[in-house]
């Protein structure tokens, strides 16, 4: 099975991006979606999270994502311990969506963390969405309803663009000045051919 990523900064129009792949038929794996059912749905996961974190983290079943987010808030070492229980179970299950679309020309995984989670090892391509900084901004507070420095908080946390755009095959221009859809039908195209 060919094996894309698709990523970019926060508000740079993954989502969209995503949605218009999805249009064209092609399986979309929204990564970020599926870690939120998983915490609330892998008896592994919640039982490695209660005891880690303790078990006022959940609700029942129900991840507390308040009471998680003031535990990991500013606090780089307890991210990375929740990181190393929810990325392996997010991998298994991508593994497994993947072999459930086997008839698919290809198939994309959306994630804003394509590198810095080391997905990119195990995909084919991947393809960046670039926006500029000051228009995303606007976007995601808009989207939010949040403040500007909040969004320019997660931006810095970010990989570059500069990064970024090294790092992966393909590029989509989500500016305002050059047209989204044709760029993506054209790789789209590019696309199907490469996973031939
Ligand atoms: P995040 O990293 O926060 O998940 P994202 O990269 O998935 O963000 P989107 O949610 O797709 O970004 O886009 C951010 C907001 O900007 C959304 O409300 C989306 O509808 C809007 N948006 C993105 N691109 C465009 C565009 N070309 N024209 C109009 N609105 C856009």
């Not at 308040?66 to 593994?95: G, S």
Request: charged share 30%.
């Amino acid at each position: 099975m060919f094996k894309v990523g698709l990523t970019g900064g926060i508000g740079s129009g993954k989502s969209l991006v995503a949605d218009i792949f999805s249009r064209l038929g092609v399986p979309v794996y929204i990564s970020d979606v599926k870690a939120k059912e998983l915490m609330n749905s892998n008896a592994e996961l919640i039982r490695a999270l209660k005891q880690e974190f303790g078990n006022d983290i959940y609700n029942g079943t129900e991840l507390n994502r308040k009471a998680l987010a003031d535990i990991i808030f500013n606090d780089e070492q307890k991210l990375n311990r929740v990181n190393k229980f929810v990325h392996p179970i997010v991998r298994n299950d991508f593994n497994s969506w993947t072999e459930k679309h086997s008839d698919a020309k290809y198939i994309i995984n959306e994630s804003a963390i394509v590198f810095s989670s080391g997905l990119h090892q195990a995909l084919d391509k991947v393809i960046c969405v670039i926006s500029p900084l000051e228009l995303r901004i606007n976007r995601v507070v808009k989207r939010d309803d949040t403040d500007k420095e909040s969004v320019e908080k997660i931006a810095s946390q970010q990989l570059s663009d500069e990064e970024r755009k090294e790092k992966s095959d393909f590029i989509l221009y989500n500016n305002e000045e050059e047209l989204l859809v044709p760029q993506i039908i054209k790789l789209h195209q590019t696309l199907i051919q490469l996973a031939l």
